[in-house]
């Protein structure tokens, strides 16, 4: 059993986009600026975002975060974003979801510049990216393919079930392994809460992918031996006995389901950090683009 450790990957690759922009900054050339937009106090999405933000200043990107009251109107925060899309000394910016309920994710979604949608979220971006064209890929699906290649795990011909079919994991997820390439070439299974029978299924898989979040989901009479685990599940889950009153639990029984698997990713340190990098690799790549166009 072998660990994908997402934490090590994100530092090369965080290690590779800081050489990039100090070359950048050598030649003159413009400096990469990320900013993240965030509506409310969500305790996870506040963590996620000050990552998000204290990444930036170790690869010496700008970033900008900028905090919104979650009563903000759909009206003004589609304000916000049209400024954004002005801002030329922006390469890239993000929406954190979820948003307050009487807010339209869709109509904000769209309204993002398909050129600065750094998450790929955008239907520009999702559409070319099924279409196998050049476009922003979104951070946690290309992290997970990012630390697929970078291990050298051979995906083509595997039977992969992913589990969840979220926009954001799950439906890209589920395209980007089927797609040509390496990696790349796999069979794809897209299950989700309608799916009956789902353990007969995961039996059977060489590669499962987990987006699920329920926590511990994934047990090990589900899994074949040499089976490798994806596990995307992030889940606070509450526990009196933990300073900050809560636990990370991820989708999958690590314990046991490890002791089967050829590879498996920890609940932290496994996809979560290689998200990040990923962003970061986004908007790095649309800085480049604006410097050549
Ligand atoms: N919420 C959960 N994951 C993500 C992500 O990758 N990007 C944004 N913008 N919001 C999220």
């Not at 589920?174 to 299924?201: D, F, W, Y």
Request: with cysteine.
């Amino acid at each position: 059993m072998e660990i994908l450790d997402g934490k090590k990957i994100s530092q090369e690759i965080k290690e590779e986009i800081k050489q990039a922009v100090g070359l950048r900054k050598e030649k003159g050339q413009k400096i990469p600026h990320l900013a993240a937009i965030l509506v409310g106090n969500d305790g996870a999405s506040l963590t996620y975002v000050g990552s998000k933000v204290r990444s930036c200043e170790q690869v010496g990107f700008k970033s900008t975060l900028i905090r919104l009251e979650s009563s903000i109107t759909e009206q003004a925060l589609l304000s916000k974003i049209k400024e954004l899309n002005n801002d030329d000394t922006l390469d890239g910016y993000i929406v954190q979801l979820p948003l307050p309920k009487h807010i339209d994710e869709e109509k904000i979604l769209l309204a993002v510049d398909p050129k600065k949608d750094v998450d790929g979220f955008h239907p520009s971006n999702f559409g070319r990216m099924a279409l196998e064209m050049d476009s922003f890929i979104p951070a946690t699906p290309f992290g997970i393919m990012e630390m697929l290649r970078r291990n050298e795990i051979d995906i083509s011909g595997k039977h992969c079930v992913v589990i969840g079919r979220s926009h954001i994991v799950g439906r890209p997820i589920s395209i980007l392994m089927s797609q040509k390439g390496k990696p790349g070439n796999a069979t794809v299974t897209l299950a989700h809460s309608r799916t009956q029978n789902i353990k007969e299924l995961t039996q059977k898989a060489d590669i499962i992918v987990s987006a699920l979040g329920i926590p511990e989901f994934l047990k090990a009479d589900m899994v074949k031996e040499g089976v490798i685990v994806i596990d995307v599940g992030i889940t606070r889950v509450s526990d009196a006995s933990h300073p900050k009153g809560y636990v990370i639990k991820g989708d999958v029984a690590f314990d046991e389901v490890a002791k089967k698997s050829s590879y498996i990713t920890p609940v932290p340190g496994g996809v979560g950090p290689m998200t990040i990098a990923m962003l970061l690799q986004n908007t790095l790549l649309s800085c480049e683009r604006k410097s050549v166009s």
